[in-house]
C-alpha cells in the first residue's frame, strides 16, 4: 500500500524567506504523479505543482518548485520568496490510478 | 473558467438523520472522487466513480453510498448520521480514470456538515 509522509507537523518563516517542506512516499509502481495542495483556512483545496514520475526534471511553479527524487522516495516543495498569502496547510499527495493518498499536512505560517 | 460545484456549503444535521450531498464536475469531466476531511485531519478517500460506475472504494462506511448520474454529477447519500461523520466533504473531478486520467484533480469547496 502507498503511504505518504510529512515530517513537519508545522513551521514559520518570515516574510520573504525560502522554507522547504519535506514529504516522502512509499510506493512498489514506477509511474505515478505526486502533487502539492495547499489549503488556506478557507479550506479550499488548491493545486500548487506537480510532478510526473517518469519526468526527472523537477517541476516549478513561480516561486513553487520541488526537489523530486524518485529513488529516495522524496518530493519536497520550495517556496521562494515567501509572501503572507503562503499561510495555509500544505498537503503532499500521491496519486496511482484513481487514488489519491494525502500526507497528514505541514502548517505552514509566514510571519510579517 | 467553470470549476467543481459542491451544494450545499454547510448542512446541519442531527444524530440518526439523513444527508444528500452533491457535486457537479468540470464540464466534461467524467470521474467523480469524494473525500471526507475531519477537523485538522488530512482529506480521506472514500469513492470515485468514471462514465457512472464505481470505480474505486476507500474508508466509506456502510451507511454511505453515492452514485454518478448520466449527467455525470454525483451524489453522496448518508444515512443514521453519527456525530464523528461531523467533516469537510470534498468532491473532485478529473478527464478520465486510472492511468489514462487527467493527471490534475480539480476539487470544489466542500460541503461543512456538522451533525448535532
Known amino acids: 500500500a502507498q503511504t505518504v509522509t510529512q515530517s513537519q507537523p508545522e513551521m514559520s518563516v518570515q516574510e520573504a524567506e525560502t522554507v522547504t517542506l519535506s514529504c516522502t512516499y512509499d510506493t512498489s509502481e514506477s509511474n505515478y504523479y505526486l502533487f502539492w495542495y495547499k489549503q488556506p483556512p478557507s479550506r479550499q483545496m488548491i493545486l500548487v505543482i506537480r510532478?510526473?514520475?517518469?519526468?526527472?526534471q523537477n517541476a516549478t511553479e513561480n516561486r513553487f518548485s520541488v526537489n523530486f527524487q524518485k529513488a529516495a522516495k522524496s518530493f519536497s516543495l520550495k517556496i521562494s520568496d515567501s509572501q503572507l498569502g503562503d499561510t495555509a496547510m500544505y498537503f503532499c499527495?500521491?496519486?496511482?490510478?484513481?487514488?489519491?493518498?494525502f500526507g497528514k499536512g505541514t502548517r505552514l505560517h509566514i510571519l510579517p | 473558467a467553470a470549476g467543481v460545484i459542491q451544494s450545499p456549503r454547510h448542512l446541519i444535521k442531527e444524530k440518526r438523520e439523513t444527508a444528500t450531498l452533491k457535486c457537479y464536475p468540470i464540464?466534461?469531466?467524467?470521474?467523480v472522487y469524494w473525500y471526507q476531511q475531519g477537523p485538522g485531519q488530512d482529506p480521506q478517500f472514500l469513492i470515485s466513480f468514471y462514465e457512472k460506475m464505481q470505480s474505486d472504494k476507500g474508508s466509506i462506511p456502510d451507511r454511505f453510498s453515492a452514485q454518478q448520474f448520466s449527467d455525470y454529477h454525483s451524489e453522496l447519500n448518508m444515512s443514521s448520521l453519527e456525530l464523528g461523520d461531523s467533516a469537510l466533504y470534498f468532491c473532485a473531478s478529473s478527464s478520465g480514470p486510472g492511468r489514462w486520467a487527467n493527471e490534475k484533480l480539480f476539487f470544489g469547496s466542500g460541503t461543512q456538515l456538522s451533525v448535532l
Open positions: 464540464p466534461r469531466h467524467d470521474t
Open positions: 510532478q510526473e514520475a517518469y519526468k526527472q
Open positions: 499527495a500521491f496519486r496511482r490510478d484513481d487514488k489519491i493518498i
